[in-house]
């Protein structure tokens, strides 16, 4: 029996969303960006930034791309190139006039050394899903992009260990996982676009970093290509190998600066027999910290994500977006998952914990489901803020890992700093993990507004001992805010490393490293 | 109700165990090693490794660290210094003259300073619990000894970050956080004497990273000093921090040949509320690895631990050490432990899986137990295997990585190799995660026996995809065989951060890299 308060999720009617990031194959996605209003060009929004001494692309350069890959493969026509020199959330543009579209390791390898050897600038993309303008072009940077790298090689039943190429799309090698009782030990909102090899190289954390870790912990080996072409293959499926340096960690998180990764071995965990799904509102952010506590205690191992949401970002999701929310309006809420071994423990785990949180009136009304549908009508509001937000027109948009009793401080005084002039000031994300999505949205862009909140963002955090990324990387938007979560030593030993890994820069330049 | 065949350890009487290495605090265990028969210098069993051109220790040098630690941290006394010149399991045997024992962070950095500068090596040293003679000198390296460096800074207890000294013993460490109702994620059986140091940079694996992960997951944060003494601080108790490179992962497992670890902040779960530990006798490899596959499925999250021993391991406890096994005897044993939130839930999925292991005919003999004391009794009897078998006289060493359904195929086909002249062929080990401890024991050191279990241990590992060292390392005695488990590409990226962190070779030299 559900306990008093919570009821199930009868009453919602399946709701039609519309056409989001995580559920667009990136064909049709290009096609949407170049069909939006585009961004003004990241040459001439951040003047400061100034083109490296690299070659300009010449007919030498495209003649060996089309002698290597076909003309098919190598894309130049200028509509067609204007996809991959924009990000999706139309923050940065770029102009490059090259697309590469290699499928094998070995291409990507005779790409680098002939780039590396001719001083041409590439820019590895994926799915482009990234928040930080580190998957496009800043210049005219040659884009190689993976998405013809989508290959399965293997899936081990017994041990779990998927090895795949870079392109493949994060929900198909879920889906292929799910036929074998396996799932990725990632998810996030943009599963449908995002490829792995992009996941991997940005250190992706997600929905639920919280119960399966982060890919320095899963990923088991990597194949990536250096600067220079040389192919260096880590791609162990062994859960334990001390066999000397651990490699595959330079490429991981290191956004395509220190080589591309080409193919990733990765640790999948078995697909939950049992999964339910609290929806609750609540009146205060104190309330959402004494029940994620909570959740972590009397659900334990089964608890497999827990994330919050303000008022503010849900309203960007069912005005904007005409998403329907199951619960009334609330200052916040919060969304409790459990995966588990066992449907009838886990069940009674979570109503034993959805009836104290109601009897404590620490939640005021929430609903509870575990059927499929149901369960993704509830993730789509979570899922969808991001596309909500962007509807407002522009957003600023900032993801930072605080000390979970500071989680949420940032937003009112974001809020009450920036005044009437902005659209929307709201605050959601992985609670669970102390990792806020903070976002400021403007009608259009406003380089007032981006005074109004850089530096002071990455200086309150700085002060908090947070992290100015948690998990979006720094890309090209952020290194100039580097130092605030790493001291000069460190970023000195990232300059060394950059060095000797690329000693001509030609890997995705002018990103992650402080200029 | 338990199941049938399975019996609680009401019949287990306490056992008396001897001084254990996970029991013996280092300051023990060095007396007892030089109270032992020493073994050979290094030098002269190992001639074709030739000391580097550093320093000899002088005066100046000597002056230079009594000034900077006093007298009392400075020690030269040949006899204090042999228990620091030989491991524990006897295989090896430097010759330094001198060990250091800072307390501080800013010590290592002017002791490395100094000796970077005079050129004189170093071997960073935590518990000398390694089984690869990675922390031992091979010449005579000065000792760096992080004992002194063992203050806890900080538990949190609501994220459950411990931030502390890289000296600190791992099982001291774990007491703390007990009082918190946190545990430390990794255990093992030397965690009486080895210190959370030499755990990150050996990554250490253990007994239960098949529930809780490896290091390159769970540690946040570390602080570390390069060869040139420069502190790189990546202290962060973040879950998420994607600010640029992830340079902790320089760190760990690179055994203190890149910088040496002076603090760690590591992620500790909660201490759980249920453990259950069952002991299990098989007749076959072919139902280990049946009842490992079911303990997945039917445990699924509460499985902790999934450990194998062959008979021959077993008998080096029960006969070299006297310990009592509750079972009779059988070729093959297992442990299988849960930790869970819930002791009804947990009980009732423990005595299920035991009700089908035995109905099935999977195990022949069995207990299970709750009770803290009884569950100890079972674990040091695989705990103790290893001082087990050093009684036996000598023991070599192999510590492999396999595709699980090949995890025991080598021990049959090197018992047929090495015949009589061995004392034992054995293995036992994390099946859960296809790490196997691989033991061949003589009366003493024999180089013909050698001779016939290397290389071809590692070549037979090698044709199956397997690692040459799962958790042990590479240190001292691997060197040569890098290459069965890494490609030269790799192994020249390893040299090449070798000289971009330590130009001059001083940190823990002759260790990891391929000569």
Chains 1, 2 share one sequence.
Request: glycine content about 8%.
């Amino acid at each position: 029996m559900l306990p008093r308060g919570i009821i199930p999720l009868i009453g919602l009617r399946p709701v039609s969303l519309g056409i989001r990031p995580s559920f667009v194959c990136s064909s049709q996605r290009r096609e949407l960006a170049s069909a939006e209003v585009l961004p003004q060009l990241t040459k001439d929004r951040y003047p400061h930034v100034k083109r490296g001494e690299y070659a300009k692309l010449d007919q030498h350069h495209l003649g060996f791309f089309k002698d290597l890959l076909g003309p098919d493969r190598v894309i130049t026509d200028p509509s067609d190139c204007e996809g991959f020199n924009v990000d999706w959330i139309r923050n940065v543009r770029g102009y490059s006039q090259c697309v590469l579209k290699p499928k094998t390791t070995e291409e990507v390898s005779k790409i680098l050394s002939f780039c590396n050897d001719n001083r041409v600038a590439v820019c590895p993309q994926g799915g482009n899903t990234g928040l930080v303008g580190g998957s496009v072009p800043v210049f005219d940077e040659v884009v190689l992009w993976t998405g013809l790298m989508n290959n399965v090689m293997s899936i081990d039943e017994t041990s779990g260990a998927l090895v795949c190429q870079a392109g493949c799309i994060l929900e198909h090698l879920d889906n292929q996982l799910a036929e074998k009782n396996l799932m990725m030990p990632l998810d996030l909102g943009a599963k449908g676009s995002c490829h792995i090899g992009g996941n991997v190289s940005t250190n992706a954390g997600g929905l639920r970093l919280l119960r399966y870790g982060n890919l320095h912990g899963t990923v088991l080996g990597v194949e990536a290509v250096k600067a220079d072409g040389e192919i260096i293959d880590c791609l162990s499926t062994l859960k334990k190998d001390n066999t000397g340096y651990h490699l595959k960690h330079l490429f991981i998180g290191s956004e395509g600066t220190l080589g591309i990764i080409t193919k990733i071995a990765i640790q999948c965990p078995p697909k939950p027999k049992a999964v339910n799904l609290a929806f609750l509102g609540l009146k205060s952010f104190e309330n959402v910290l004494k029940i994620l506590k909570k959740a972590k205690k009397d659900l334990g191992e089964i608890l497999s994500s827990c994330e919050m949401i303000d008022e503010s970002s849900l309203e960007s999701v069912t005005e904007n977006l005409k998403l329907k929310s199951p619960l009334s309006i609330h200052p916040f809420y919060m969304l409790v998952e459990t995966h588990g071994s066992n449907k009838e423990h886990d069940e009674e785990k979570m109503n034993k914990f959805l009836e104290d949180v109601m009897e404590e009136g620490l939640a005021l009304d929430g609903t509870t489901t575990n059927e499929p549908s149901k369960m993704k009508a509830i993730w789509d509001l979570r899922e969808s803020i991001t596309e909500g937000l962007m509807k407002d027109g522009y957003a600023f948009k900032y993801d930072i890992s605080l000390p979970t009793k500071h989680f949420y401080s940032l937003v009112p005084v974001l809020r009450e700093r920036v005044g009437d002039i902005a659209q929307r000031v709201c605050g959601y994300g992985h609670v669970g993990d102390g990792n806020i999505h903070l976002n400021v949205t403007t009608r259009k862009f406003s380089q007032e507004m981006l005074d109004k909140i850089e530096p002071f963002v990455f200086e309150y955090t700085s002060k908090l001992r947070g992290s100015v990324s948690a998990e979006h990387g720094i890309g090209f938007k952020k290194t100039k805010y580097v130092h605030f979560s790493k001291s000069k030593e460190s970023i000195a030993l990232m300059k060394k490393l950059k060095a000797m890994m690329d000693p001509n820069g030609i890997l995705n330049p002018y990103k992650v490293l402080p200029c």
